[in-house]
Structure formats: C-alpha cells, structure tokens
C-alpha cells in the first residue's frame, strides 16, 4: 500500500511532564518497543524503533542524543552507531535505517503515530 493511503493512528504514549529532556524512554505498544525522545534543546520531539539494527539490542532509548550540524540524531549506547532522529538514516556509514514514526503534543499528552 502507498503512503498516501495509509492512515495514522495516534495512541497516547505518556504525559509531557513524563518525559526526560534530552534523552528518551522506552514506549511499549502492543509488541513493539518504540524509543520517544524530547530534545529539550531543540523543543522537538521524536520516535523511533527501539531495537538497535547493528546487534538488535532494545538500546536506543537509553542513546545519547545531540545534532550532526542540523540533524538530530541518536547514538546507540553500546557501539556508537549514530541515526537520524528525523528520517532513520544510518550516520555511521551503515546501510541499515531504523524506523521512525511521527509525534505530536496535545493536551500535555505525548501521541505517537502509527501508520496502517
Ligand atoms: S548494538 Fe547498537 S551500535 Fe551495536
């Protein structure tokens, strides 16, 4: 199915006053783990897999986050391997992404989008 004709579900994920600035937690829903991270810096929220594609370790949540110039990114805390926080791109020169998803706030509420 194309993007375009998907829709998005938005579950709620925690309340703002939950999260940790500069750095993220571990989001469960239904079987996936998904990292949320405020970037308190940048007042940008952002999500991504859980699971670290070099080893599969469920390890980005407890990343170090900062920017590479102008893109944000996470730095996986066991190797290093760095991913853009906007788009899942390996910075490290890999070939393997991570996947992202959308947030928004609302209400105090942190939403996490899920595509369908
Ligand atoms: S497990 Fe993440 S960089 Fe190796």
Redesign the pocket.
């Known amino acids: 199915m194309s993007d375009l004709k998907k829709t998005t579900d938005w579950f709620a994920a925690c309340k703002v006053e939950d999260a940790v600035h500069n750095g993220g937690v571990c989001i469960k829903y239904e079987n996936s783990q998904i990292a949320l991270f405020y970037f308190t810096r940048r007042n940008e929220w952002y999500a991504t897999q859980n699971e670290?594609p070099?080893?599969r370790?469920m390890?980005l949540s407890r990343g170090m986050i900062g920017s590479a110039g102008e893109e944000p990114k996470i730095a996986?805390p066991?190797?290093?391997?760095t991913f853009s926080l906007a788009t899942g791109e390996c910075l490290s020169g890999g070939e393997c992404a991570i996947k992202t998803y959308p947030v928004k706030v609302e209400n105090g509420l942190v939403y996490i989008g899920i595509k369908n």
């Open positions: 670290c070099h080893r370790q390890a996986c066991f190797h290093k391997k």
